[in-house]
């Protein structure tokens, strides 16, 4: 297994566009997150899974954000309408419940003009 | 609650030794260490569970106090490598992982 993926790497898009990234997590990992991230700062929690099951989303996201982990496999981030201050690195995590180690993948850069 | 980091910054040369403080204003389920290279994403580094833990080996090493508010991750003779920033997560609860701001740590020969 050669760790967690992300696709796109990068997605430019106008304000305005829908945009959605995809997160194949290691495939014996239970849980899985999304976080963003900007220059500066920490990785921010926005949501996580337990297998399909979304457990907790982030009260800072706006109902323009949306996750999907359908058989509890990979996992779909979508963005509607994005405004330009959803400009960020988008990181997903994945971890199995015995180790507690996260293992990041590489993000999706999204810039919206 | 996000944790509090500190320093912000520190810069090094080869073969010195550095702390990086992590703090929360509750008790915690864990803090957990990762260090980021630029462009890169974050890469785990350890996990402490228990009140009064210290794990790690003789370079790299962390602590985590008896009432699980802070934590300690200790830098020993850096390296040019050990360049980076370092986050803490911490958890209030199992799941749900809150990041500090971050120190960014560089090495020089």
């Known amino acids: 297994d050669t760790g967690v993926s992300q696709d796109p790497r990068h997605k430019i898009t106008k304000r305005g566009q829908n945009v959605t990234f995809r997160c194949d997590p290691i495939?014996?990992?239970?849980?899985l997150y999304w976080y963003r991230q900007t220059l500066g700062q920490g990785p921010e929690f926005l949501t996580y899974f337990q297998n399909e099951a979304q457990l907790e989303k982030s009260r800072l996201l706006s109902d323009r954000f949306s996750a999907e982990r359908p058989k509890g496999s990979f996992s779909t981030l979508e963005i509607q309408r994005t405004e330009q201050g959803d400009s960020a690195m988008y990181l997903c995590?994945?971890?199995?419940?015995?180790?507690?180690?996260?293992?990041f993948g590489p993000g999706t850069r999204l810039t919206v003009l | 609650q996000q944790p509090v980091q500190s320093p912000q910054a520190v810069i090094l040369r080869e073969g010195e030794d550095a702390v990086i403080n992590c703090s929360s204003s509750k008790a915690l389920y864990s803090v957990h260490w990762y260090r980021q290279k630029h462009g890169e994403a974050p890469v785990f580094l350890m996990i402490?569970?228990?009140?009064?833990e210290q794990k790690g080996h003789e370079k790299i090493s962390a602590s985590f106090n008896e009432k699980k508010q802070q934590s300690s991750l200790y830098l020993t003779a850096s390296q040019l490598s050990y360049s980076g920033t370092y986050f803490c997560?911490?958890?209030?609860?199992?799941?749900?992982?809150?990041f500090g701001d971050g120190t960014t740590l560089t090495v020089k020969p």
């Open positions: 495939s014996e990992h239970n849980r």
């Open positions: 995590a994945s971890l199995e419940d015995s180790y507690n180690e996260q293992f």
């Open positions: 997560g911490t958890e209030r609860r199992a799941g749900k992982s809150t």
């Open positions: 402490l569970l228990k009140g009064g």
